[in-house]
């Protein structure tokens, strides 16, 4: 039995505490895909960009041809109560979905008739900002043309779970994930960026993965604070000559990368600035 973590769940009009089991073996999410969420964070009682959160998990829902029944406003104000269920200290992860419950008369298609919804709240410690290691992943993000790869849709994560694992059977905590013509795209489970000669570059969106909400506010930062921010088409090559390298997602925010294949980098200038400039915008000093 898994040990989970403390645990609130909204569904159907009230709390529950623990890890709530909400689907059943007909559930058309769980047998055919077609469930989306995104995640937030709550930090010191801060909860940076939630509102964009709550926004694209509609947005998400309506990609996948689901109805996103709860308004923004709604669902900030459920995760603020939510909160309220933990110490104050706690670092939370914030999980609004959507998904079809049945399928429709063609079986394949989930039923937008059927669209439940829930908000998980639970404990979850970010990671130390310690470096990782990446290397090039034989594997590659869909094209738009063969994925929902605008929404933030759950079918879309096995593809990067195996690029992960395939990562770690050679040593390496993540991995640089191409798209279709060999331009990188993002790692296995956030948004990357390099530094070169005091200029930030990181792959310019190109619909083959999500630009995320923290990558966008980071580079909103950067650029803010003078430092310059190139959207561009790089290469793997590019990664391997670069004087840094970080990342930024949801779950653990700016983090440094510190090995890429055989090379050794150290957290440098342009990542301490970039993590300091979000600490700041999220706790509201900036």
């Not at 991995?175 to 310019?204: H, R, W, Y």
Request: charged share 20%.
């Amino acid at each position: 039995m898994a040990d989970w973590s403390q645990t609130w769940t909204f569904y159907e009009g009230a709390w529950h505490e623990g890890n709530l089991p909400l689907w059943g073996v007909r559930t058309h999410a769980i047998w055919l895909g077609s469930s989306v969420f995104d995640g937030a964070r709550a930090f010191e009682g801060v909860t940076p960009d939630l509102d964009l959160h709550c926004a694209r998990v509609n947005d998400s829902a309506g990609k996948m041809h689901l109805k996103p029944v709860v308004p923004v406003e709604q669902w900030t104000e459920l995760v603020r109560d939510g909160i309220k269920r933990f110490s104050p200290d706690t670092t939370l992860y914030i999980r609004p979905m959507y998904w079809a419950e049945r399928a429709s008369t063609l079986a394949l298609p989930g039923d937008p008739e059927s669209t439940r919804w829930c908000l998980a709240v639970y404990d979850s410690p970010m990671r130390k900002p310690e470096g990782f290691s990446v290397t090039l992943s034989p594997y590659r993000r869909p094209s738009p043309d063969s994925a929902p790869v605008d929404a933030k849709a759950g079918c879309l994560y096995p593809n990067n779970a195996r690029a992960m694992f395939e990562a770690r059977s050679r040593g390496f905590d993540n991995c640089i994930v191409c798209d279709q013509l060999g331009n990188v795209a993002e790692l296995a489970n956030s948004n990357v960026f390099m530094a070169k000669d005091g200029v930030v570059f990181t792959p310019i969106p190109n619909g083959t993965f999500l630009a995320g909400i923290t990558r966008s506010r980071v580079i909103g930062l950067m650029r803010a604070a003078g430092i310059s921010v190139v959207e561009t088409v790089l290469r793997y090559r590019d990664f391997e000559t670069a004087d840094e390298l970080f990342a930024t997602g949801n779950a653990s925010k700016v983090l440094p990368i510190t090995r890429i294949g055989d090379r050794a980098l150290q957290p440098g200038p342009t990542y301490r600035r970039a993590r300091e400039l979000y600490w700041d915008y999220a706790h509201g000093r900036a």
